[in-house]
């Protein structure tokens, strides 16, 4: 059981390696459209 | 790291050109503002107060709404309308929602399925619309912003004018406001729609978004 576990741990540690770019990819993206979308409400409303 | 690149390359590369682009509208724009303000007897302004501007703002804005709504509308139509021999079509008779087993979901969804592909309910039914939902709320949030900095532009100009400024709802109304968008939805539909009329007879070797070369004209939904 506690080979099939370190396995399993391995595996999911073998899956997040192959999906951090992916992963990093997608939170930059959602960074630059959030941050972009707060920025231009912010500087509309700063308005005098 | 050189895994990372070949792997993220299409990202990496868009993110890399909007960068170049978006900052280069900045000096452009900076440029344009401030010929048009020495144009008018009105001060110049340095390129962060220009960055910091509704009329930079406004602009940004603008674009970005008309592209999310572009792609919103792609990926709610594809859904239910179909064109014979597009790439950018899936076949004629799978139009709708499709099965859960062709869909992969809930008791047909592998171990490898997003975990919400293999749950049932609302998390199921937010989970197999996510695209959708993600992209029209970015889009109604970028109308909104693009319209709160076109109003701040327009109302600096009533002012410069000696006119009256006018609230945010009267400028919703506004020729102003709809000239700005609709300029931009037009451009986009044409550049949707032609690209799933080319790609019936024309091609390009190796893109997914061409069919293969060989394809035959009425073959639909087939990538290269």
Not at chain 2, 136 to 154: K, P
Not at chain 2, 158 to 187: C, I, M
Request: charge should be neutral; include cysteine.
């Amino acid at each position: 059981v506690l080979t099939d576990a370190r396995a399993q741990g391995s595996l999911r540690c073998v899956g997040a390696g192959k999906s951090a770019g992916m992963r990093a990819v997608f939170v930059l993206y959602s960074l630059v459209i959030v941050a972009g979308l707060i920025v231009a409400v912010f500087v509309a409303l700063a308005q005098p | 790291m050189r895994t990372f690149v070949r792997e993220n390359g299409l990202s990496i590369f868009f993110a890399a050109i909007f960068a170049v682009t978006l900052t280069a509208q900045s000096f452009a724009g900076q440029h344009t503002y401030n010929a048009e303000q020495a144009e008018h007897g009105g001060a110049t302004v340095s390129w962060w107060e220009y960055i910091a501007s509704p009329d930079y703002w406004g602009a940004v804005m603008e674009n970005w709404q008309s592209e999310f709504l572009q792609f919103s509308l792609f990926i709610g139509a594809t859904v239910w309308l179909v064109q014979k021999g597009s790439n950018e079509s899936k076949n004629l008779q799978d139009a709708g929602r499709e099965s859960d087993e062709k869909q992969r979901m809930g008791r047909h969804a592998s171990a490898e399925s997003p975990l919400w592909a293999r749950a049932r309910g609302l998390k199921a039914g937010i989970y197999e619309n996510s695209l959708l939902l993600t992209m029209v709320a970015i889009f109604f949030a970028t109308w909104l912003a693009q319209s709160l900095n076109h109003w701040r532009v327009f109302n600096q100009d009533q002012r410069a004018h000696r006119e009256e400024a006018v609230s945010w709802g009267r400028y919703l109304l506004n020729p102003d406001f709809w000239e700005k968008t609709l300029q931009n939805w037009q451009s986009e539909f044409l550049a949707v729609g032609t690209m799933a009329v080319f790609t019936i007879y024309l091609r390009q070797r190796g893109s997914p978004e061409s069919k293969p070369v060989g394809a035959p004209h009425d073959e639909t939904g087939s990538s290269g």
